[in-house]
């Protein structure tokens, strides 16, 4: 059942679910971020309209760069403007920063530590039609494995509007990942949010689901269809890829020993990489990583892209019946 | 800016000096780039010892020109002015490149008070130092950025990107100075990437650029101080210089751009540098 205390959509199971895309909770968030802190500057390649740092860009025009088409310049300049007492936000579609750019993002932000924000917009198949050169499916392992750097994969508009505030005030490197398609909002201001702390979203005692970005919708489906065939589901949203929820984890794994993993995102090195590395070091338990399978994306709709690479509702309910079979084996 | 004889030759005599520490760092060390960093020894000690404005024993201090080390390979340089000009004790130069020590190989901006940046990979300081100047800007501040920047990385892409983006925000508080000494680590730039007309280059992209003689301490004052008067544009200092200056069998030659010398080698060098200096002291 829903937790109460994640205070989720009143309208979660509905079909009319509003859906907005994470990249305008971005939007609003770092207008409200600017409003906050003046200190907050915001960097684009060419992409200001569509990575929503437009409202932005015109309440703040002293505040804005525009780099031009040159990502390497994006995140290069702002380590300049960090290292200057900024907190600057850089934004472009993933596959380009954090893809582009990513040695210097390693040695001028990483390394120094220097609190740039990464925002990677048209991440996942649900960019669609653009096709595979603009779906990114490697950022999350990219970020991943660099010191310093804090990576989220926010659920929903809401969401992903908190994060912005919250990667505003810390002082880290950061790397926001957002999608373009509209997705259901799942969350609402009341749900909790802090960076590093993944929330159940649905209690169970069976299996678990951890899910991360427009993946968390769907487990909420696969969890309340699995209920009715007996099966007691508990849902994490790992918003937070790094540093990872190791305490959430353990505790999903002892309590309910086994987990299904789910992702827009390359199987490798993302949210299941993640995962199993906690698992396999603490508390091995039967793991399932749903995610694409080491295969690039192609032109289509979302949701028909969604689902010809196993990314659905479906796919997380079968995973869900493999881990449980698994765990009845062991027992 | 009139500059007395007396201090022209004291600033001389630095640099030499500056030239001497980089050869020992480097025998210590084991590895590393003497090339650049002997070329470099003039520039280096103009700034540090009469054109930035700095305060060694408060190297946050707000105010500060803030100097970004594109080409960190000729970091040992950076390290031996930054010592002389008391930032550290210059006992700590022999650390260089060794296990905890804070003169990393490559520079480390969180590891040694006084670096901006970090450096190492190329193309990426002008950046970086854009982004200061247009913080700078923002803030309306006084201080000055300036960049060092070698020739063989105006190959990089990114170096372009910083070099458009200076030009189209007029930023008249950044001087890149480029350290034209004509080669790079597999052999001379115009074979390994012809750079041909590169103040031609800068000047189309609305920088002002300035060409000097990297070792004429008074052409280096003159230009830096020219720079600042400039508006409304950044501007380029093309500084040619001699890789391994002062020392015979090392200047002029790519092959050493990348290693460090052997006992022998230094003796030599070392012997080659003092005969300098003393000849500078002499001189009046």
Redesign the interface.
Same mark, same amino acid.
């Given at each position: 059942m829903i937790n109460p205390k994640a205070f989720l959509n009143p309208k979660i199971f509905e079909p009319d679910i509003e859906t907005v895309p994470t990249r305008n909770g971005f939007g609003e968030g770092l207008v409200l971020a600017a409003e906050n802190d003046e200190n907050v500057v915001g960097l684009c390649a060419d992409l200001t309209e569509s990575t929503r740092m437009l409202a932005f860009a015109e309440k703040f025009p002293h505040r804005f760069i525009e780099v031009g088409v040159a990502e390497q310049n994006l995140v290069t300049v702002a380590s300049g403007m960090a290292a200057a007492g900024k907190i600057p936000f850089t934004a472009s579609y993933a596959t380009f920063s954090p893809g582009r750019n990513w040695e210097q993002i390693r040695t001028t932000i990483c390394y120094n530590n220097l609190p740039v924000k990464i925002i990677g917009s048209h991440t996942g198949l649900s960019v669609g039609p653009d096709g595979a050169t603009h779906q990114a499916l490697e950022d999350l392992a990219l970020m991943r494995v660099l010191p310093n750097m804090i990576v989220i994969s926010p659920a929903d508009s809401i969401e992903a509007r908190k994060a912005t505030l919250a990667i505003a005030k810390l002082n880290k490197p950061c790397y926001l990942r957002l999608s373009r398609d509209k997705a259901p909002v799942v969350t609402t201001n009341e749900t909790p949010f802090e960076i590093g702390k993944a929330e159940v979203l649905y209690e169970g005692k069976d299996v678990t689901i951890i899910a991360t970005g427009q993946m968390v919708y769907r487990a909420l489906l696969a969890a309340e269809e699995l209920k009715s065939h007996k099966i007691s589901v508990r849902v994490i949203n790992c918003h937070t890829i790094k540093p990872i929820d190791k305490k959430t984890i353990l505790q999903a794994a002892s309590e309910t020993g086994a987990i299904v993993t789910a992702e827009e995102h390359q199987v490798t090195g993302g949210l299941g990489g993640a995962v199993a590395e906690v698992l396999s070091q603490n508390y091995p338990v039967p793991l399932k990583i749903i995610g694409v399978e080491d295969s690039f994306g192609e032109s289509g709709e979302p949701n028909q892209l969604l689902e010809k690479f196993g990314l659905t509702k479906e796919a997380i309910i079968k995973a869900v019946t493999q881990v449980l079979r698994m765990k009845g084996e062991r027992v | 800016m009139s500059n007395t004889a007396s201090e022209l030759q004291e600033l001389e005599v630095k640099a030499y000096e500056i030239r001497q520490d980089v050869i020992k760092m480097l025998l210590e060390a084991g590895s590393g780039h003497t090339g650049g960093p002997l070329g470099m020894a003039d520039i280096f000690t103009a700034l540090y010892f009469k054109l930035l404005n700095y305060d060694s024993k408060n190297p946050h201090w707000e105010q500060r020109d803030?100097l #970004?080390l594109s080409n960190g390979h000729i970091c040992p340089v950076l390290y031996a002015t930054m010592a002389h000009a008391g930032f550290f004790p210059t006992e700590e130069l022999k650390t260089l490149r060794k296990l905890g020590s804070r003169l990393q190989g490559h520079p480390?901006? +969180?590891a040694l008070p006084g670096l901006? +940046? +970090? $450096?190492?990979?190329l193309? $990426?300081g002008l $950046?970086? $130092? #854009?982004? /200061?100047? !247009?913080?700078?800007k923002?803030?309306k501040a006084k201080w000055r950025v300036v960049c060092l920047m070698s020739d063989g990385e105006q190959d990089e892409?990114?170096t372009w990107?910083?070099v /458009? !983006?200076a030009g189209k925000?007029k930023l008249d508080n950044l001087v890149a100075i480029m350290d034209r000494n004509n080669i790079q680590i597999d052999g001379f730039t115009e074979d390994i990437m012809p750079l041909n007309d590169l103040s031609a280059k800068y000047e189309s992209f609305n920088w002002h650029v300035i060409e000097i003689d990297g070792h004429n301490m008074q052409e280096i004052i003159d230009s830096f101080e020219k720079a600042k008067t400039l508006l409304g544009k950044p501007t380029l200092i093309i500084a040619n210089t001699i890789p391994g200056k002062g020392v015979d069998f090392m200047e002029g030659k790519f092959e050493w751009h990348g290693k460090p010398p052997n006992k022998e080698e230094a003796q030599k060098a070392l012997d080659q540098l003092e005969t300098h200096k003393n000849k500078i002291k002499l001189m009046n």
């Open positions: - | 803030r #970004v480390h901006r +969180t901006e +940046t +970090t $450096s190492g990979p193309g $990426s $950046s970086e $130092s #854009v982004g /200061m100047a !247009l913080s700078g923002m803030d892409g990114n990107e910083g /458009m !983006l925000y």
